[in-house]
C-alpha cells in the first residue's frame, strides 16, 4: 500500500510539465546540438530509464497478455471516436522518408506515456492496488497537462481540444491498466488514437488537412467522446472493485 501526500501530487505534476517542456524545447535541443530525430531519442531514453525502475522493482508481469477479448474490443473504442472526429478524404501525398520516423515516434510514445503515467502514476497512488477516484482523475489531468505545452506549436483552439481529450483517454487507460494489470492494453489503445491522429496531421495533403474537422459539429462530438470514455473507464473500475 502507498501512503501518498501532498507532496505526491506536486512532484508528479511537476514531472509531468517539465517532460512536457522538455519536448517543448526539443526543436531547439535538436538544432543547437545537431541532432536529428532528438524526441525520439529523448523517448527511448525515458523508457529506459523506467524499465529500469521496472526491473528494480520486479514489475516485468504488466507486460503479460492475459487479458479477455473484451478488453482488445474496448481498446478500439476511443479510436472510433478518433475516426470520426477527423473526416478527411483518402487522397494524400505519402512521404516515404518520413513514415518510418512517424511509425518509431508514435510507437515510442505510447510505450513512454503509459509507462509513466499509468504504470508509474499508479504505483504513486494505489492502496492495495485500488485507487480513489480523485486520484483517477488527478493522473489524467497530468497526463493532459503534459501536453499544455503543444500550445506553442498549435495555438489555443487546437491545444484546448486535445487537453479536454487527454483527459478523457487518461481515465479511459488507467481502467485498462488497473482493471488487466497489463500495461499493454493502454499502449495499443494510445498507439491507435495516435496512428489515426498522425495520418490526419502528417501524411495527408494540406487540403485533406482543411476538411480533417467536421466543422460546428466537432465540438459537441469531442465532449461526448471524452464523457463516453471516462464514463467507460469509471464503470470498468466500479464494476470490479478497483475503487478505494
Same mark, same amino acid.
Given at each position: 500500500? @502507498? ?8 512532484k508528479f505534476l511537476i514531472m509531468a510539465l517539465g517532460l512536457g517542456f522538455i519536448f517543448m524545447c526539443e526543436g531547439e535541443?535538436?538544432?543547437?546540438? =545537431? ?7 529523448? /523517448? ?5 530509464? %523506467? ?8 514489475? #516485468? /508481469?504488466?507486460?503479460?497478455? =492475459?487479458?479477455? &477479448? %473484451?478488453?482488445? %474490443?474496448?481498446? #478500439?473504442?476511443?479510436?472510433?471516436? @478518433?475516426?470520426? +472526429?477527423?473526416?478527411? &478524404? ?5 512521404? &516515404?522518408? *518520413? ?16 509507462? $509513466?503515467?499509468?504504470? *508509474? ?15 483517477? !482523475? #488527478?493522473?489524467?489531468i497530468a497526463f493532459s497537462s503534459g501536453h499544455l505545452f503543444n500550445m506553442a506549436f498549435d495555438g489555443f483552439t487546437a ?5 479536454? $481529450?487527454?483527459?478523457? %483517454?487518461?481515465?479511459?487507460? +488507467? ?6 494489470? @497489463?500495461?499493454i492494453p493502454p499502449i495499443i489503445a494510445h498507439f491507435i488514437v495516435n496512428s489515426i491522429s498522425d495520418y490526419y496531421t ?14 460546428? !459539429?466537432?465540438? &459537441? ?16 473500475? /466500479?464494476?470490479? =472493485?478497483?475503487?478505494?
Open positions: 500500500m @502507498s501512503e501518498y501526500k501532498s507532496i505526491d501530487y506536486i535541443l535538436s538544432d543547437a546540438f =545537431n541532432i536529428a530525430n532528438l524526441d525520439i531519442l529523448l /523517448k527511448i531514453v525515458i523508457i529506459i530509464g %523506467l524499465l529500469a525502475l521496472i526491473q528494480k522493482r520486479g514489475d #516485468f /508481469k504488466i507486460f503479460n497478455f =492475459n487479458f479477455s &477479448p %473484451l478488453i482488445l %474490443l474496448l481498446i #478500439f473504442i476511443p479510436a472510433i471516436f @478518433s475516426i470520426v +472526429l477527423q473526416v478527411c &478524404p483518402l487522397d494524400f501525398i505519402p512521404y &516515404p522518408e *518520413y513514415v518510418a520516423t512517424v511509425v518509431i515516434g508514435t510507437v515510442t510514445t505510447a510505450i513512454w506515456e503509459e509507462l $509513466f503515467f499509468r504504470y *508509474y502514476g499508479c504505483s504513486i497512488f494505489e492502496e492495495n492496488w485500488k485507487f480513489r477516484w480523485y486520484n483517477i !482523475l #488527478f493522473l489524467a491545444t484546448f481540444h486535445q487537453l479536454i $481529450f487527454t483527459i478523457g %483517454l487518461g481515465v479511459f487507460c +488507467l481502467a485498462l491498466y488497473i482493471h488487466t494489470k @497489463s500495461i502528417v501524411l495527408a495533403t494540406e487540403e485533406a488537412q482543411a476538411m480533417a474537422y467536421i466543422g460546428n !459539429l466537432a465540438d &459537441p462530438v469531442l465532449y461526448i467522446y471524452v464523457i463516453v470514455l471516462i464514463a467507460v473507464g469509471f464503470f470498468i473500475l /466500479k464494476k470490479y =472493485n478497483h475503487l478505494a
